[in-house]
């Protein structure tokens, strides 16, 4: 903390600027189909808190008065306390009111400081780093407490410089969000297409001219690979390398993926002879979490728990049809699940039924949604460079090393 600070600016703890709110312990007997909806860890999925599926709770059970400090509201952001994603940092950008659960903070600023740029603040490699080195690892899960994660040290510039910072900022993270809240619709749309033409016809039967193919008859279904882990060095992380995709990053995606969490050398591509995935290819993960739906951006890899669908010549159908087609299906039905780990296998996947209708039926929809998805994947290629382009501002404005007027 040493370095040569702008003028005006001082460190600071955090806990000196922002209160660390440690959420509500509600117990499971309360959660149900009704009630207010409760945010937990698994619904911190960095950048953002994912609302689609929270669990609710009735808080009849509880004094009102009492709840008050554990909610939320639009552009509030909590952090994971605990557990695998410990310190990971979701924003809520829906207009909501929601709770928290325990082993969930939130961070709220004091008066005269901005929110947004205490986000940014720990928004970043730093915190992280910080988090790891200060984890309690004497309990049987791994935890952080409120008073550690008060520590953490931030540069803060004077009131309206904090504006003026997260403003610049702010206006990249909206544009991204805009960006995948129009990839959902879309995808909502095709998805609603899709149904209306070849889900609802085959509730009674197949149409005349239809049939019905087993999906290893007409792709070329491959497994990934991991290398051995214990071998650090096969693992890279030069974003020249190869990117390698797990089922955490099929989890973070709006329907194309085009980066993953971590790359592998050339090297153990060639020695463990794991197969490449071509682009716009269609990925199932079949394992662990099971039902994850995407399509690939440029040649990439895959880890075990995930199954690829190359297209054979002359296939009638496209990547964005067999798409949609696995997104009507409901896995659970398809293989045993357990406390631990859900999983089905590539024999089953191979003999999944698809129907396909005659040939003018499916040029018709694919001149209908190949335009969606063109934008949609012109959309993932925008939201990349909006990312880039926030993550190259982030360190340089938070130092002062590039300043904004204000």
């Known amino acids: 903390m040493s370095e040569k600070i702008p003028k005006g600016w001082k460190w600071v703890k955090l806990g ?3 209160e660390v709110v440690g959420g509500f312990a509600f117990k499971s007997q309360h959660f149900g189909k009704h009630g207010t909806p409760v945010v937990k860890i698994k619904d911190i999925k960095p950048p953002y808190i994912d609302v689609e599926e929270l669990e609710k709770v009735d808080i009849s059970f509880y004094n009102d008065k009492n709840l008050k400090k554990y909610y939320i509201e639009k552009d509030d952001f909590v952090l994971a306390m605990t557990g695998a994603t410990i310190g990971k940092i979701g924003i809520l950008k829906r207009d909501l009111k929601l709770l928290i659960n325990q082993r969930v903070a939130k961070i709220v600023p004091k008066d005269m400081i901005n929110k947004s740029f205490i986000y940014y603040s720990i928004n970043n490699n730093t915190f992280q780093q910080f988090i790891q080195n200060n984890i309690d690892s004497n309990s049987a899960q791994e935890n952080i407490s409120s008073q550690s994660i008060s520590r953490f040290p931030i540069l803060l510039p004077p009131l309206p410089e904090q504006k003026a910072i997260a403003e610049v ?8 969000d ?20 070849f889900v609802e016809p085959t ?11 087993s999906l290893g008859e007409i792709f070329d279904i491959g497994i990934g690979r991991t290398p051995p882990r214990k071998e650090s060095y096969w693992f890279s992380l030069n974003p020249k390398d190869i990117r390698w995709i797990s089922v955490k990053d099929l989890g973070s995606i709006d329907t194309y993926i085009i980066n993953t969490s971590e790359l592998l050398k050339e090297k153990a591509v060639k020695k463990f002879n794991i197969p490449i995935i071509p682009d716009n290819t269609v990925l199932l993960s079949f394992k662990l979490t099971v039902g994850r739906i995407g399509i690939t951006i440029g040649e990439m890899v895959s880890n075990e728990a995930i199954a690829h669908f190359k297209l054979k010549p002359n296939s009638k159908i496209s990547s964005n049809y067999l798409y949609l087609f696995l997104k009507t299906l409901d896995f659970s039905t398809f293989g045993s699940t357990s406390s631990i780990a859900e999983a089905i296998n590539s024999k089953i996947i191979k003999e999944i039924k698809i129907q396909i209708p005659d040939d003018e039926l499916i040029l018709s929809f694919q ?32 130092s002062g090393e590039v300043r904004v007027k204000f």
Request: aromatic share 8%; net charge negative.
């Open 178 to 197: 805009l960006l995948h809240r129009q990839n959902k619709t879309l995808e909502e749309m095709a998805m609603t297409l899709f149904r209306q033409w």
């Open 203 to 213: 509730k009674d039967g197949l149409p005349e001219g239809w049939e019905e193919i």
């Open 367 to 398: 001149r209908l949604i190949d335009p969606i998805f063109q934008k949609i994947r012109y959309n993932t290629f925008q939201i990349q460079t909006l990312e880039k382009l926030r993550d190259t501002l982030l360190p340089k404005l938070m």
């Open 16 to 18: 000196e600027v922002a």
């Open 169 to 176: 900022l702010s206006s990249i993270d909206d544009k991204i």
